[in-house]
């Protein structure tokens, strides 16, 4: 009876952490460009000073646009990157810009591809939380957005969404 009282439980929390999780996605519009659901892992016992924020971005335009920074006060620096896979070898770099495809395709900014890196964070990320994040595209101008912190496991949740 405990045994099955527990997993109960254990199912509760996950079907609420499911919701919770579904209450924070949000989308954000600047011209063409939609943002959905921008999120990022807390931070971690063997990481405290780096974390990276993904999302989804859409261009409902007929032009292509590109994300060509970002900022955010919780973190000293806050740079575009792109993971890489050459010949075997795994690496992460930063770019200039993200190119956002025009009409129907996302650009998904997710764990091991494109994302946007902070560095130097001046307290953790907690799950549970949120920060602010301001992208800023070619042609679709400023765009203010709130990231939600989220668990361990959330990246494998969010490739799903």
Request: a negative charge; aromatic letters at 6%.
């Amino acid at each position: 009876m405990e045994a099955k009282l527990l997993m109960t439980g254990v199912a509760v929390a996950c079907a609420v952490s499911m919701i919770g999780a579904a209450a924070w996605a949000q989308n954000y519009r600047a011209g063409s460009i939609e943002v959905e659901h921008p999120w990022a892992l807390a931070t971690t016992g063997y990481d405290l000073t780096n974390s990276a924020a993904y999302m989804r971005i859409g261009d409902h335009g007929t032009q292509p646009d590109q994300l060509v920074s970002a900022a955010s006060p919780v973190a000293r620096k806050v740079a575009l990157h792109v993971f890489t896979v050459e010949n075997g070898v795994y690496g992460m770099y930063p770019v200039s810009a993200i190119q956002i495809a025009p009409g129907s395709a996302l650009t998904v900014l997710e764990p091991g591809g494109a994302h946007v890196m902070l560095e130097g964070l001046k307290q953790p990320l907690k799950a549970g939380e949120s920060f602010p994040l301001t992208l800023s595209f070619k042609r679709a101008g400023t765009l203010h957005v709130e990231v939600q912190v989220e668990g361990a496991g959330a990246a494998v949740a969010q490739v799903d969404r």
